[in-house]
């Protein structure tokens, strides 16, 4: 089993900059390929990024490429979302993911239980 907790969440204005964390337990964290996804009310859940078990391969969304950036640090367990020049649209609940490496959450076995971006005009 692996446990993943989000935080960096919060309220900012619009053109400002979150960077999210997803700090990792359990199994060794650099088994998995990590990903982002976003959540926003009354939306399906959707794809934001996805790197690779070493780092080596990163893909990320068409709404996110040039703004979010994913990395991650398997030494600390932890997979960050550096997300800059933050619009109304990103506002939702974001989650942390581990399993297979994909753009689909149905290849993903792990969850956290997100942490709210809130982005304000």
């Known amino acids: 089993q692996v446990q993943l907790q989000e935080s960096g969440g919060g309220l900012v204005q619009a053109g400002g900059s979150l960077r999210l964390s997803c700090a990792a337990s359990?199994?060794?964290?650099?088994?998995?390929?990590m990903a982002w996804f976003r959540q926003a009310t009354g939306k399906e859940r959707e794809f934001v990024a996805v790197?690779?078990?070493?780092?080596?391969?990163?893909k990320h969304a068409d709404s996110a490429t040039g703004r979010f950036t994913i990395s991650r640090d398997n030494a600390k367990n932890t997979v960050y979302l550096e997300m800059n020049n933050l619009k109304p649209e990103d506002t939702a609940v974001y989650y942390c993911?581990?399993?297979?490496?994909?753009?689909?959450?149905?290849?993903?076995?792990?969850w956290g239980q997100g942490t709210q971006v809130t982005v304000s005009s």
């Open positions: 993911t581990a399993g297979s490496y994909s753009r689909s959450p149905s290849t993903y076995d792990y």
């Open positions: 359990g199994r060794t964290f650099s088994s998995y390929a």
């Open positions: 790197i690779s078990r070493s780092g080596g391969i990163k």
